[in-house]
């Protein structure tokens, strides 16, 4: 439980620092034969800072209550 905790933090930390996620996707234009022509599209898809706070809060608590025990 510990482990997942840290994860969770690390990934909140990077969430706030970051603010969201850019991923690049490969279009083709033309494709006629021999001639071909793709295209670059940049996408971002945003992440609220709630999203890393919220996982910062959850790790957090999975270190102090995960490791005891009943």
């Known amino acids: 439980m510990k482990v ?5 933090i690390v990934l909140g930390i990077i969430a706030l620092v970051y603010g969201g996620i850019t991923y690049t996707t490969h279009k083709k234009v ?11 599209e940049t996408h971002n ?5 709630v999203l890393g706070i919220v996982a910062i809060v959850g790790g957090g ?3 102090v209550f995960g490791g005891k025990s009943r």
């Open 45 to 49: 898809m945003p992440l609220p800072p």
């Open 30 to 40: 033309i494709d006629m034969g021999p001639i071909q022509a793709e295209k670059k």
């Open 4 to 8: 997942a905790g840290i994860v969770l």
């Open 61 to 63: 608590a999975l270190l």
